[in-house]
Each structure stands twice: as C-alpha cells, then as structure tokens.
C-alpha cells in the first residue's frame, strides 16, 4: 500500500534550517507531482509547495525564496530545504501524493513536527 514516511524535523532557532525528507513506496513516485503542505497549531492544512514528476517547483508567497522543494526519483524520496525559518512556519510538516495548492491530495503522510523559537 501507499507509504508516505516525513522526517527531519525539529526544534531549530529563528534564522536556522532544517532539511526534510519523505520517504515514499507502494507506488510509482516519478508518475506523480508531489507536495508539502503543513498544519499550524489551531490552523487549516496550508500548502507550501509542489513539484512535478519532471522537477518543476512552485511555492507558497510565505515561503517563496526561503524553501525549496526536490526530489530523488531513484531514491523514491522527496525533500523539503528551508531556510531563514521563521516562528510562523512552525507547523506539522506532511508529504502529499497528488493535488497542488488547493488540495485534493491522494495520500498524506503523518507529518514531522518543526518548532522554529524566536
């Protein structure tokens, strides 16, 4: 069956990175557009970005020029580089499968949390 596993998160200071990381199996990962979308405590599911089966990115205007999404279609892995974190992108990290900016997601996984401390 599907298989979404997120890791790398964590706590990390205002100004710091982290790198995360989606392990993906029981499917085909370079026929689909993957997303990282995240949910802030007591806030809906915000999408955060997307990249096609070929390697073309989009971005959220909150984090545009501060994340970057990519994927290793060998390694069935997708990741997520953030950047200059700020307090507000604390937030459970998830991987999709499927969908873009206005949902419709065809799995999800069960998140990684990033705390970003002022």
């Known amino acids: 069956q599907v298989q979404l596993v997120e890791s790398g998160g964590g706590l990390v200071q205002a100004g710091g990175s982290l790198r995360l990381s989606c392990a993906a199996s029981g499917f085909t990962f370079i026929s689909y557009t993957m997303n990282w979308v995240r949910q802030a405590p007591g806030k809906g599911l915000e999408w955060v970005s997307r990249i096609s089966s070929a390697g073309s990115a989009t971005y959220a205007d909150s984090v545009k020029?501060?994340?970057?999404?990519?994927?290793?279609?060998?390694?069935?892995?997708?990741?997520?580089?953030?950047?200059?974190?700020?307090?507000?992108?604390?937030?459970?990290?998830?991987?999709?499968?499927?969908?873009?900016?206005?949902?419709?997601?065809?799995?999800?996984?069960?998140?990684?949390?990033?705390?970003?401390s002022s």
């Not at 994340?67 to 974190?85: E, G, H, V």
């Not at 700020?86 to 419709?104: F, L």
């Open 65 to 116: 020029g501060r994340f970057t999404i990519s994927r290793d279609n060998a390694k069935y892995t997708l990741y997520l580089q953030m950047n200059s974190l700020k307090p507000e992108d604390t937030a459970v990290y998830y991987c999709a499968r499927g969908g873009g900016p206005s949902g419709s997601f065809l799995n999800r996984g069960q998140g990684t949390q990033v705390t970003v």
